[in-house]
C-alpha cells in the first residue's frame, strides 16, 4: 500500500466507522427527507465533518417520508459508508412533523438536534448549538440573512407578527430546522401536524429554558422545496389559534407535597 492510499484509507475509517455495533449515542441528530435524493450523501459528510470538532458521540437518524425519488437508495448507502447512519422509512406520507416525531420516538439519546435534508442548514453549527445545552434546554437556530426567495422571507415575517400577537411570546425564527435540545424539553408534548413549526413555542410553554442563536444559511443547490404561501404561511397562521388554545388550557406540573 502507498503512502497516499494509507492516509486515504485512515481518513475513511475515521469519518465513516464500518462496525455495526449499535450503541446508545451522546447525540441523536434528526433529518426529516423527501425527495433529497442529491443531498443524502453530501449531507452524511458534512455532518460527520462538523461532530469531528466536538467530542460527543452521535448517530445521524434520516427518516424517508416516503419519498418518490431515489432518496431511500441514498439513504441506504450512507448507512454502508457510516455505520453511524440509521435510515427509517414511512410506509406513506405524512408530513414532516410526522418524520420528526419517529425520529424522537425511535431514538434513545439524551440530546437531540434536528436539520433539515435541503442542505440549506449547515452541519458545521450543530457543535455550537450542542455547547449552548450546558446552559439551557432548547436551542434554537436564527437565520440572521436567509438564502430563500421573497415569498418565504415575507411569510417569515408576518408569520412572526401573528405570533407574538396571538401568543404574546418572541421568537425571531421558529422556522428554522436546525436546533439542539434536551430529550427531557420535550416532556408533555404529542404528536400533531405542524409541530416541526411551533416545537420552540412548544417546549416555551411548557417552561423549558429555551435560546436563538446566530447561523448560517444557504441557497438550495438540490431539489426542489416542497412550501408554498398556504402550506407554509396560510396553514401556520390557522395552527396558531389552535396553539393559543391549547397554550391556555394545558396543564403544567403543579408542585406538591406528600406525607411520609
Known amino acids: 500500500m502507498t503512502g497516499s492510499s494509507a492516509i486515504v484509507l485512515l481518513f475513511e475509517l475515521h469519518f465513516y466507522p464500518t462496525t455495526l455495533a449499535r450503541v446508545v449515542t451522546d447525540v441523536s441528530i434528526i433529518v426529516p427527507v423527501y425527495n433529497e435524493a442529491a443531498n443524502i450523501l453530501a449531507l452524511t459528510r458534512e455532518v460527520a465533518e462538523a461532530m469531528l470538532r466536538q467530542p460527543r458521540s452521535y ?8 419519498s418518490t425519488d431515489e432518496t431511500w437508495s441514498k439513504i441506504q448507502e450512507a448507512r454502508r459508508l457510516d455505520a453511524r447512519v440509521r435510515a427509517l422509512r414511512h410506509a406513506r406520507n405524512s408530513g414532516q412533523s410526522a418524520a420528526l416525531w419517529t425520529g424522537f420516538q425511535n431514538s434513545a439519546s439524551p440530546l437531540l ?7 440549506q442548514n449547515d452541519p458545521a453549527d450543530l457543535p455550537r448549538l450542542l455547547a449552548e445545552l450546558e446552559r439551557v434546554d432548547f436551542v ?19 408569520a412572526r407578527r401573528a405570533r407574538k400577537m396571538i401568543l404574546k411570546v418572541d421568537f425571531r425564527d421558529t422556522g428554522c430546522a436546525i436546533r439542539a435540545f434536551k430529550r427531557s ?5 404529542f404528536a400533531f401536524n ?17 435560546l436563538e442563536i446566530p447561523v448560517n444559511h444557504r441557497p438550495r443547490v438540490a431539489g426542489v422545496s416542497k412550501y408554498g404561501i398556504w ?6 397562521i390557522y395552527d396558531l389559534f389552535a396553539l393559543a388554545w391549547y397554550q391556555k ?12
Open 231 to 236: 402550506n407554509r404561511l396560510g396553514r401556520g
Open 185 to 189: 424539553a420535550l416532556e408533555g408534548l
Open 140 to 158: 434554537s437556530g436564527m437565520r440572521l440573512s436567509r438564502q430563500d426567495n421573497f415569498v418565504r422571507r415575507a411569510s417569515s415575517r408576518i
Open 249 to 260: 388550557r394545558r396543564l403544567r406540573p403543579v408542585p406538591f407535597t406528600e406525607v411520609k
Open 113 to 119: 438536534a434536528t436539520l433539515d435534508g435541503d442542505l
Open 59 to 66: 448517530e445521524l437518524v434520516f427518516v424517508d417520508d416516503a
Open 194 to 210: 405542524g409541530l416541526h413549526r411551533f416545537l420552540p413555542l412548544l417546549v416555551h410553554g411548557n417552561g423549558a429554558s429555551t
